[in-house]
């Protein structure tokens, strides 16, 4: 454990230098000090989130203002805390303890929305990586409250992609209404929210899960423990192959993870009467209507569609449960600080399996 006089003045934390392109850079930045309500947190590993991407390409419309330049991005991360500040004694967490960051760095608790404990829609929520310093540097600032205790025996590394990939699947899952026993769809299968999605659906909660990805996945979702799987490269109807492995019904819920506008082109034609689509992938540019979402559809099936961002503290703590039971298990690997930019070029071209998750200490 890191003592505050052994905190160094400097610290590095890769930045967005040119927002709107793939670039990132690496710099020194001065330490913080932890201000009332806040600890000092020594990240250790981050994970690397399509979502990071979305916010340094500027790519989403529907973020209020572009990505500022020097903006450290990431919200991922896992860490011990090394310095207390003021009024944190009854937070519930101590010096030396490892706890996480997620998407939402920080809620107002106050609102309506986390009254309702919609934490994602705090009207005055801080989102980690975005016009709030992120996960991708050595040192962070964060409430005290908000941060999620790691349990132990799951290492760091593993840890990280469960506190936004993970926790969003879950929370996308328990919202499917689908029960143990019926069939659920997940677009994007093989991708990092998507591996972790088919062994919850399957593993954890029971359900008969049809993966559904390019060819180049087909073992990843297999052997995350989906029963089918569905190559959208070679497939003439995605819909008529789901409806031909559930009896010609189709599925009882329908998990869209990626951000792919083909996708949410077919995710209502995979639903039985009464399913439910759950959209949790935001495709770039401008937004697109669900495709075969006419009113008639919707009434004459049953069908309704709900939508996810992320899940809230108590389903972040419950992920990591799981995690720490070996249920749930990241596909990923581990890379240096200076290869982010690497990362995110291959998250452009649609090459990465599983997940990434940076080593800051390297």
């Known amino acids: 454990m890191a003592s505050s006089e052994a905190i160094p003045k400097k610290y590095k934390a890769i930045v967005y230098d040119k927002p709107g392109t793939i670039s990132t850079k690496i ?6 000090e932890p201000g009332p309500g806040e600890v000092l947190i020594n990240l250790t590993h981050s994970g690397v989130c399509h979502s990071d ?7 989403w419309a529907m973020l209020p203002f572009p990505t500022q330049p020097g903006q450290v991005g990431g919200h991922e991360g896992v860490g011990k805390i090394v310095k207390m500040g003021p009024g944190t004694q009854q937070a519930g967490v101590k010096e030396g303890q490892r706890v996480g960051i997620k998407w939402m760095a920080g809620i107002c608790e106050a609102c309506e929305a ?4 919609h934490d ?6 801080k989102i980690s990586g975005y016009y709030t310093p992120g996960t991708f540097q050595q040192y ?6 908000y941060v999620t205790p790691i349990p132990d025996g799951l290492d760091s590394a593993s840890a990280a992609p469960m506190l936004c990939a993970g926790v969003t699947v879950y929370s996308a899952l328990r919202k499917s209404a689908a029960e143990s026993g019926n069939w659920v769809a997940i677009l994007g299968a093989g991708g990092g929210l998507g591996h972790l999605a088919v062994q919850f659906s399957a593993r954890a909660i029971g359900h008969r899960v049809i993966g559904i990805d390019h060819s180049s996945k087909k073992d990843l979702v297999l052997s995350s423990g989906a029963e089918h799987f569905v190559p959208i490269d070679g497939t003439d109807s995605v819909a008529d192959a789901v409806k031909a492995l559930t009896g010609g019904l189709g599925a009882h819920a329908v998990l869209v993870l990626t951000a792919n506008n083909a996708a949410y082109a077919s995710c209502v034609e995979l639903l039985r009467f009464g399913g439910r689509v759950c959209v949790v992938g935001i495709p770039e540019g401008e937004p697109v209507p669900i ?7 919707l009434v004459a099936k049953a069908i309704s569609i709900h939508g996810i961002a992320v899940g809230n503290r108590r389903e972040a703590i419950e992920t990591l449960e799981f995690a720490a039971r070996g249920i749930v298990k990241t596909h ?3 890379e240096k600080m200076e290869k982010l930019t690497d990362v995110f070029r291959e998250m452009w071209e649609g090459k990465l399996k599983g997940r990434v998750v940076l080593d800051l200490e390297s």
């Open 27 to 32: 710099e020194e930045l001065d330490m913080p």
């Open 53 to 59: 991407m979305g916010v340094m390409m500027n790519s």
């Open 114 to 117: 986390c009254r309702a404990g």
């Open 120 to 125: 994602a829609m705090c009207f005055s929520g």
């Open 140 to 145: 962070v600032l964060s409430p005290a409250n």
């Open 291 to 297: 495709a075969s979402a006419l009113p008639q559809v």
């Open 332 to 334: 990923y690997r581990v």
